[in-house]
């Protein structure tokens, strides 16, 4: 269809009146008008997805190394870049993944791929988040792709985080859901007992090592009543799930190097410092939260 060659691709989305709200709706008691029933149901959360993720791939020119996301919001900036490089309004894009599944879409969606050997800088990195503070630090990895993800994203000039508005925290781990923790599988148990006795009488704090069958999204302290086999990473490691009932206090890179200082720790989930801006699509329009946290009508 010709809406998939515009550089906006407004007609494209579901819901394009979000990309085009210069601000925030104002409050209902400023002029309280009895809504109609298209406009009072909110839009499907991957619809919102969407929205910003689109509006993420409008940053995107030819000629640029991309690191290429991994999870269900970062899907739909995959498959907008493939029809942009289709159209041929997108030219020469290199993608670097940060999973085996993000290769796999992404070659599917017809973007050239290479890796970190051959571009250790990259330009721009678009990809979800689980949770984005106030200061822009993520939660990442609930997806078990942590490690890779903060390699690319790391080495990344510009990195925008994509998502609607309920990934936002007042501090990481205030979900409720897991901060993962890439460990190697050897002596994972050891690494484990020293986990959890890093985070010894924080209250509400909780471990646990991620299984093949669980998913880190579904539930917070579920225990499983026999054995299952370790869920393994890209890189055939383990995870090990920490859970916070009241978030992180704390000094984060204090925390961060405290991980990091044990032995079999990979790396973990938090992404501090690393985001450059979040997009976040809302019922009530899109708004970038940059570094500066000056919150921007887009």
């Not at 149901?41 to 190394?65: F, I, N, T, W, Y």
Request: proline share 6%.
């Amino acid at each position: 269809m010709r809406a998939a060659c515009s550089r906006t691709l407004d007609m494209a989305i579901p819901l394009p009146h979000l990309l085009h709200s210069d601000r925030p709706l104002p409050a209902a008691a400023s002029h309280p008008m009895p809504p109609s029933a298209s406009e009072s149901a909110a839009p499907p959360q991957d619809e919102l997805k969407r929205v910003a993720a689109h509006r993420a791939v409008e940053l995107v020119e030819s000629g640029m190394v991309l690191g290429l996301g991994t999870g269900s919001t970062a899907a739909h900036a995959l498959d907008r870049i493939g029809d942009l490089l289709r159209c041929g309004v997108l030219r020469d894009i290199v993608g670097i993944p940060t999973s085996e599944w993000a290769a796999a879409r992404a070659a599917a969606a017809g973007i050239p791929l290479s890796d970190l050997n051959a571009h250790p800088v990259v330009d721009l990195s678009i990809d979800g988040a689980d949770e984005v503070d106030p200061a822009l630090n993520l939660v990442k990895g609930r997806g078990g792709s942590l490690l890779r993800e903060k390699m690319v994203e790391g080495a990344s000039r510009r990195f925008v985080v994509i998502g609607d508005d309920s990934k936002l925290v007042p501090r990481l781990g205030a979900s409720g859901l897991a901060v993962p923790v890439e460990v190697i599988p050897f002596g994972y148990a050891l690494t484990l007992r020293r986990l959890h006795k890093l985070f010894h009488g924080v209250p509400g704090f909780n471990l646990k090592l991620r299984t093949a069958s669980v998913n880190a999204k579904a539930s917070t302290f579920e225990e499983d009543g026999f054995e299952l086999e370790p869920f393994v990473t890209d890189n055939r490691n383990y995870i090990v799930d920490l859970f916070f009932e009241e978030g992180i206090h704390g000094d984060l890179n204090l925390i961060s190097d405290e991980i990091l200082r044990i032995t079999g720790v990979v790396e973990h989930g938090m992404f501090l410092g690393l985001a450059s801006s979040v997009i976040v699509a809302r019922k009530d329009g899109v708004v970038m939260m940059d570094k500066e946290m000056k919150l921007n009508g887009i």
